[in-house]
């Protein structure tokens, strides 16, 4: 099992910045990849940006790339989202999830989510 804690969410001006962070703990050594994902009010959930475990390998959604940047500190499971240039349409839930390797399949895990909202 994988368990994920987002933080750094928050309220900002148009045009501002913030820094999400996702911890991960638990059976880590098996995670190949983090994602982060975002679901505004009645949408769906949608792809935000990408990140492999190891070499670093990113891939960002079009509506983000950039403004967003996705890095991670392998020592510290940690998984962080740099939003930059932020526009009111941002606003939404952002999820980071982690993908774990075990016998030939891949688990998903979520973390509880963390509010982001973009003023103008």
């Known amino acids: 099992q994988v368990q994920l804690v987002e933080s750094g969410g928050g309220l900002v001006q148009a045009g501002g910045s913030l820094r999400l962070s996702c911890a991960a703990s638990g059976r880590t050594f098996s995670i190949y990849a983090m994602d982060w994902y975002r679901q505004a009010p009645g949408k769906e959930r949608e792809f935000v940006a990408a990140?492999?475990?190891?070499?670093?390998?990113?891939n960002y959604a079009d509506s983000v790339k950039g403004r967003f940047t996705i890095s991670r500190d392998n020592a510290k499971n940690t998984v962080f989202l740099q939003m930059n240039s932020l526009k009111p349409e941002d606003t939404a839930i952002y999820y980071c999830?982690?993908?774990?390797?075990?016998?030939?399949?891949?688990?998903?895990?979520w973390g509880q989510g963390t509010q982001v909202t973009v003023s103008s």
């Open positions: 999830k982690a993908k774990e390797g075990v016998g030939g399949y891949t688990n998903n895990y």
């Open positions: 990140i492999r475990w190891s070499g670093g390998t990113t």
